[in-house]
């Protein structure tokens, strides 16, 4: 047997170890426990290119990599210090994944959802024509966004389509179901590194700690909390996992992280309270347990931990939770505003125009209008709402096919995704936001092909 064919061997066993996701968790969190976030993800990323290299099963490298960008939050404060280091990332992964797509093609396949994400693809591309300035076009930033959440995921569902046609000797939607529960555990652990670095900090001010990438981590968590679902079928201990999930949202000090996630929680359990019916006795005990909990903390410690709110940026929150002086609702009105004055095309997805309203803005990311629906009629128009309008009812045709499956927790997922991205950026950030959407549909399409 050839060496090449050993290492294959090798990389199947690997992949389809037990210990396998366990196992990059735990390599994440301790470099981040260690302070060397940096190390741990140059590590994931050497076993990423292995896979790629000599495992012809692409869901092989969906975990490190949401491994690598959860562990990279370390740096959200400031990734431009990550950028010495980029060449040494995207040429090996880059050159692996070329040689992955040659060596292990297969032939082409013509998904669902071709179409309507060619037409957003073309919208995304289209935005902005005649308004927006050919600088801020073709900013790398700005084609980040205007080809990663269109010509990239429609070459990443295309890809994802034609490597599903095969079987493999694992469920494909257990395992992809492992891998976002996975990534729901590791950012509710990297929340708890955060609080373990600043616990004193955390004694001292007896509020919740102000966290910088607090929505990110809470999107992914959206993404993972129905996944519980799936699990707690097999054990009720799983539910422990969905209590620390909202635990974290609670804890991040992200208030869409919150409310969303309220939100989310009551979605996920009416959908265990109807599909376990074996189990409602004990539900019904914890349903008045929590009820009476969320009662006495919603109005005697939520105020105190939430305290940070009424100091940090004042101006705008005006002592308020919720304050009609936040620049999300002049996002809201601009976003308005530009369709008016904008209606065909909109002004563009990496437009500057507003840069002064957002204030949060720094190098690698556009002016979000912190709302996707605002998003699309704002930066693309009358043709961005068509395409979109085309994907989402596909998308949500085949969530109502799955509807009595366990393929309808990633319709869940979807929809708590969709839920974030109505106050924060969510489905409009390529990785791996876009990307693990795009992938859990590409899995539905297939797996839902044998249910028929």
């Known amino acids: 047997m050839s060496t090449f064919k050993k290492l294959q061997l090798i990389a199947d066993k690997f992949w389809n170890n037990k210990y396998f996701i366990f196992f990059n968790v735990l390599l994440s969190v301790v470099g981040l426990v260690l302070n060397q976030a940096l190390l741990c993800m140059f590590l994931i990323l050497a076993e990423t290119v292995f896979l790629l290299l000599f495992c012809d099963d692409l869901l092989s490298i969906a975990f490190p990599l949401f491994a690598i960008f959860l562990t990279s939050t370390e740096y959200f404060k400031d990734y431009s210090v990550l950028a010495p280091y980029m060449w040494y990332a995207i040429a090996p992964f880059a050159a692996a994944l070329i040689f992955q797509l040659i060596y292990y093609r297969k032939p082409f396949v013509k998904g669902r959802f071709l179409y309507p994400m060619i037409a957003v693809s073309a919208a995304l591309l289209l935005g902005g024509v005649g308004t927006i300035k050919v600088e801020d076009y073709f900013l790398p930033f700005s084609l980040y966004y205007t080809l990663g959440l269109g010509v990239g995921m429609t070459a990443i569902y295309c890809i994802s389509v034609s490597r599903l046609q095969n079987e493999r000797s694992y469920d494909r939607g257990e395992r992809l179901s492992a891998i976002i529960y996975a990534a729901g555990i590791l950012a509710v ?72 996630g309220a939100i989310v929680l009551v979605i996920c359990a009416a959908y265990v309270y109807a599909t376990n019916k074996e189990s409602r006795k004990l539900y019904n005990i914890l349903i008045l347990v929590v009820a009476v909990f969320t009662v006495i903390v919603a109005f005697k410690f939520a105020p105190d931990v939430y305290d940070y709110l009424y100091s940090y940026r ?44 957002f204030k949060a803005f720094f190098t690698g990311c556009i002016v979000f209008y912190h709302n996707c629906v605002i998003q699309v009629i704002g930066s693309m128009g009358l043709v961005g709402i068509a395409a979109y309008l085309w994907q989402v009812s596909n998308r949500v045709k085949l969530m109502w096919q799955t509807r009595k499956s366990d393929m309808f927790v990633f319709s869940l997922s979807y929809v708590g995704m969709l839920l974030m991205s109505l106050v924060n950026p969510g489905i409009f950030c390529p990785f791996p936001n876009a990307a693990a959407i795009t992938l859990i549909f590409a899995v539905m399409e297939q797996e839902q092909k044998k249910l028929n």
Request: proline fraction near 3%; include cysteine.
């Open 189 to 260: 652990l990297i929340l708890l590194v955060f609080y373990l670095h600043n616990f004193a900090k955390f004694l001292s001010k007896g509020s919740v700690l102000f966290y910088k990438p607090r929505n990110y981590l809470c999107t992914v968590i959206f993404l993972a909390m129905p996944q519980c679902c799936r699990y707690i079928k097999k054990n009720n201990l799983h539910l422990l996992v969905m209590a620390a999930m909202f635990g974290a949202l609670f804890m991040s000090g992200s208030r869409s992280g919150l409310l969303i």
């Open 314 to 357: 004042a101006d705008e929150f005006d002592g308020k939770f919720i304050s009609s002086n936040e620049t999300r609702v002049k996002y809201i009105q601009l976003g308005l505003q530009d369709f008016k004055e904008h209606p065909l095309f909109g002004i563009g997805l990496g437009n500057l125009a507003h840069i002064k309203v």
